[in-house]
Protein backbone atom coordinates (compact mmCIF):
# COMPACT_ATOMS: atom_id res chain seq x y z
CA UNK A 1 0.00 0.00 0.00
CA UNK A 2 1.28 2.93 -0.79
CA UNK A 3 1.73 5.95 1.50
CA UNK A 4 1.04 9.85 0.26
CA UNK A 5 2.35 12.88 1.83
CA UNK A 6 1.72 16.34 1.17
CA UNK A 7 4.34 19.79 2.00
CA UNK A 8 4.16 23.41 0.62
CA UNK A 9 3.40 26.69 2.00
CA UNK A 10 0.66 27.20 4.33
CA UNK A 11 0.37 30.73 3.10
CA UNK A 12 0.22 32.53 -0.47
CA UNK A 13 -0.52 35.87 -1.59
CA UNK A 14 -3.14 36.47 -3.76
CA UNK A 15 -2.16 36.64 -7.56
CA UNK A 16 0.84 34.58 -6.51
CA UNK A 17 1.42 30.55 -7.76
CA UNK A 18 0.35 28.21 -5.30
CA UNK A 19 3.01 25.02 -5.41
CA UNK A 20 2.44 21.55 -3.45
CA UNK A 21 4.54 18.48 -3.43
CA UNK A 22 3.05 14.73 -2.94
CA UNK A 23 6.04 11.86 -1.95
CA UNK A 24 4.99 9.13 -2.67
CA UNK A 25 6.39 5.48 -0.75
CA UNK A 26 5.57 2.29 -0.78
CA UNK A 27 5.55 2.44 -4.30
CA UNK A 28 6.94 3.54 -7.22
CA UNK A 29 5.00 6.40 -9.23
CA UNK A 30 5.91 4.96 -12.87
CA UNK A 31 2.99 2.56 -12.08
CA UNK A 32 -0.34 2.54 -14.52
CA UNK A 33 -1.99 1.30 -11.28
CA UNK A 34 -3.48 4.67 -10.04
CA UNK A 35 -4.13 8.08 -11.33
CA UNK A 36 -2.15 10.52 -9.15
CA UNK A 37 -5.32 12.98 -7.98
CA UNK A 38 -4.97 16.06 -6.16
CA UNK A 39 -8.27 16.98 -4.39
CA UNK A 40 -9.09 20.07 -1.76
CA UNK A 41 -11.60 21.09 0.29
CA UNK A 42 -13.04 24.56 0.76
CA UNK A 43 -13.93 25.68 4.10
CA UNK A 44 -17.58 24.71 4.92
CA UNK A 45 -17.72 23.24 1.34
CA UNK A 46 -17.69 19.43 0.23
CA UNK A 47 -14.46 17.68 -1.74
CA UNK A 48 -13.16 19.20 -5.42
CA UNK A 49 -11.22 17.37 -7.88
CA UNK A 50 -8.13 19.35 -9.02
CA UNK A 51 -6.63 17.38 -11.54
CA UNK A 52 -4.71 13.98 -12.09
CA UNK A 53 -1.85 13.13 -14.09
CA UNK A 54 -1.18 9.03 -15.34
CA UNK A 55 2.17 7.59 -15.51
CA UNK A 56 1.96 8.33 -19.59
CA UNK A 57 2.21 12.00 -18.15
CA UNK A 58 -1.34 12.86 -19.52
CA UNK A 59 -2.95 14.88 -17.65
CA UNK A 60 -6.69 15.90 -16.86
CA UNK A 61 -7.77 18.92 -15.49
CA UNK A 62 -11.16 20.21 -13.61
CA UNK A 63 -12.26 22.52 -16.03
CA UNK A 64 -13.09 25.57 -13.99
CA UNK A 65 -9.20 25.20 -12.80
CA UNK A 66 -7.93 23.96 -15.89
CA UNK A 67 -6.26 27.49 -17.26
CA UNK A 68 -4.66 27.70 -14.07
CA UNK A 69 -3.21 24.23 -12.80
CA UNK A 70 -0.68 22.15 -14.14
CA UNK A 71 0.25 18.62 -12.21
CA UNK A 72 3.31 17.17 -13.01
CA UNK A 73 6.03 14.42 -11.97
CA UNK A 74 9.34 14.69 -10.44
CA UNK A 75 10.29 10.95 -11.06
CA UNK A 76 13.79 11.29 -9.61
CA UNK A 77 12.16 11.94 -6.36
CA UNK A 78 8.89 9.72 -6.78
CA UNK A 79 7.22 12.84 -5.98
CA UNK A 80 3.94 14.83 -8.24
CA UNK A 81 3.33 18.46 -7.75
CA UNK A 82 0.39 21.09 -7.72
CA UNK A 83 0.56 24.49 -9.78
CA UNK A 84 -2.08 26.56 -9.01
CA UNK A 85 -1.56 29.86 -10.39
CA UNK A 86 -2.84 33.53 -9.74
CA UNK A 87 -4.96 32.85 -7.05
CA UNK A 88 -6.86 34.15 -4.93
CA UNK A 89 -8.97 33.34 -1.36
CA UNK A 90 -11.51 31.12 -3.00
CA UNK A 91 -8.81 28.69 -3.19
CA UNK A 92 -8.53 28.46 0.43
CA UNK A 93 -8.41 24.86 1.41
CA UNK A 94 -6.97 21.56 2.45
CA UNK A 95 -5.56 19.97 -0.13
CA UNK A 96 -5.02 16.43 -0.37
CA UNK A 97 -3.36 14.18 -2.84
CA UNK A 98 -4.39 10.49 -2.91
CA UNK A 99 -3.71 7.48 -5.26
CA UNK A 100 -7.01 6.37 -7.30
CA UNK A 101 -7.79 3.49 -9.43
CA UNK A 102 -10.68 2.08 -10.79
CA UNK A 103 -12.76 5.60 -9.24
CA UNK A 104 -11.72 4.32 -5.84
CA UNK A 105 -9.15 6.37 -3.92
CA UNK A 106 -7.02 3.82 -2.48
CA UNK A 107 -4.75 6.01 -0.43
CA UNK A 108 -4.65 9.79 0.70
CA UNK A 109 -2.14 11.94 2.36
CA UNK A 110 -3.08 13.99 5.37
CA UNK A 111 -3.82 16.88 3.84
CA UNK A 112 -1.88 20.25 3.85
CA UNK A 113 -4.14 23.92 4.77
CA UNK A 114 -3.46 26.71 2.24
CA UNK A 115 -4.41 29.70 2.95
CA UNK A 116 -4.47 32.83 0.15
CA UNK A 117 -4.43 36.05 2.04
CA UNK A 118 -1.95 39.19 1.95
Known amino acids: QVQLEESGPGLVKPSQTLSLTCTVSGGSIMTNQYYWTWIRQSPGKGLEWVGS???????YYNTSLKSRTTISFDTSKNQFTLQLTSVTPEDTAVYYC??????????WGKGTLVTVSS
Open 53 to 59: IYYSDKS
Open 98 to 107: ASVGDYVAHA
